[in-house]
């Protein structure tokens, strides 16, 4: 329940910032729009990234706002061209790609704080805005009641409020008794060959650099608490674990796990939600018996959040109600299984008056540096690696 005192001042709260375009050249390409994938998006909404720029934030265009050109004409919108109204992706209905200029608006979001001074009043503490992830602003002073997040074309006194409860924390028990040969390697700083396998999260994701992505992350903190630790990456972007079991593609080859040589493996697979969950007792009981062929041990993660529409939610506060990550945590309860809760650290950062939708960099499905760091904190907690 949000208290009265942040419902009052969410009516305070400006709205969001709209940008407008004219004359941006594109290239449409002859193809219906189908989210990120097919078309083209306006670059305004590009969540570009380390290199990449394709995908566009779901949200953010006024698709009604555009106005599409070849040359003076005024191009026809489901004649001419067509455009997803979510993702803002444009496609050309011509047979070959179409140059062209477009006129549009879009929007951005921000986060601000909701302050108590010290005399009293509270009030909102403007943040600074950005296309998927505003960061709250840093007060100077006062109490932090909670923040507002104001949506994509969000007007005054708009936004969805996230009261503040309880500051960061771990969520995820040590796991001790169920990694018996990690512990003792982690006890006596011996050597420890960790291989974090997994999706493009575990690639690297939209974390700013491998520093900052959470194998490296998790081999710093090994190090920190004294082991002689050693973080492999094995993992292939938009990959699911069924693909590496069965050598699908060139790439998803579970040799590569055994050639690391692990004395743990992590697991990370959030595109493993996308499966059909019949196949799901079966795959992570196969992967259960690989990994402990080659005399390791397995620490499963649950995934991170992605968009809401993703989660079946449309509140970024809501708990994660996903089918996965309950079979997950079943998973490792009846198989005595390791277990670093990353969703339930996720879930836990409404209580922080931070809504997890503003780590997503891309809008999607890949965090951000403070989505990675979450990762590597719970698979530490896990691990009960504290400094040395």
């Known amino acids: 329940m949000v208290p009265e005192a942040l419902a009052r001042a969410v009516r305070e709260v400006e709205p969001a910032e709209v940008r407008a375009v004219h004359g941006e050249p594109l290239t449409l390409p002859p193809v219906a729009p189908d989210r990120w994938i097919a078309g083209v998006a306006p670059h305004g909404i590009r969540t570009g990234f380390r290199g990449q720029d394709r995908i566009p934030a779901p949200g953010a265009l006024d ?32 047979a070959d790609a179409e140059q062209v200029t477009v006129d549009y608006r879009y929007s951005l979001r921000r986060l601000d704080a909701i302050m108590r001074r010290e005399d009293g009043r509270v009030v909102p503490l403007r943040g600074r805005s950005h296309l998927t992830g505003p960061r709250p602003p840093v007060p100077a ?23 503040y409860v309880e500051p960061p924390r771990r969520v995820s028990p040590p796991q001790g008794g169920r990694l018996p040969e990690t512990t003792r390697r982690l006890r006596e700083h011996a050597g420890l060959r960790v291989v974090c396998w997994g999706d493009s999260v575990t690639c690297g994701g939209d974390a700013s650099a491998e520093a900052t ?44 796990v055994e050639a690391a040589r692990p004395h743990l493996v992590t697991l990370e697979f959030v595109n493993d939600a996308e499966l059909d969950p019949a196949v799901w007792p079966s795959l992570y009981g196969e992967i259960l018996a690989r990994v402990r062929r080659m005399g390791a041990e397995l620490l499963v993660t649950t995934p991170h959040f992605t968009m809401p529409a993703w989660m079946g939610s449309d509140r970024p506060a809501d708990p ?59 698979i530490l907690a896990a691990l009960g690696a504290t400094a040395a």
């Open 320 to 378: 994660d109600g996903r089918a996965y990550t309950a079979f997950l945590r079943a998973f490792c309860r009846s198989g005595s299984v390791a277990l670093a809760d990353v969703s339930l650290r996720w879930e836990h950062l409404a209580l922080e008056a931070l809504p997890y939708v503003t780590l997503l960099h891309n809008g999607v499905n890949h965090p951000d540096d403070r989505g990675h760091a979450l990762a590597a904190d719970e």
């Open 213 to 256: 992505a959470y194998p490296a992350l998790v081999e710093r903190g090994l190090r920190d608490a004294g082991a002689d630790a050693r973080v492999t990456v094995v993992a292939v972007d938009g990959s699911n674990s069924a693909q590496w079991l069965s050598g699908e593609g060139v790439a998803c080859d579970w040799r590569r």
């Open 141 to 163: 002073s006062g109490e932090l009641l909670g923040t507002v997040l104001v949506p994509y074309f969000g007007g005054a006194g708009s936004g969805e409020a996230f009261p």
């Open 63 to 94: 698709a009604g706002s555009l106005v599409v050109r070849c040359g003076t004409r005024v191009l026809r919108r489901g004649a001419d061209y067509l455009v997803d109204p979510v993702w803002g992706t444009i496609g050309t209905t011509a």
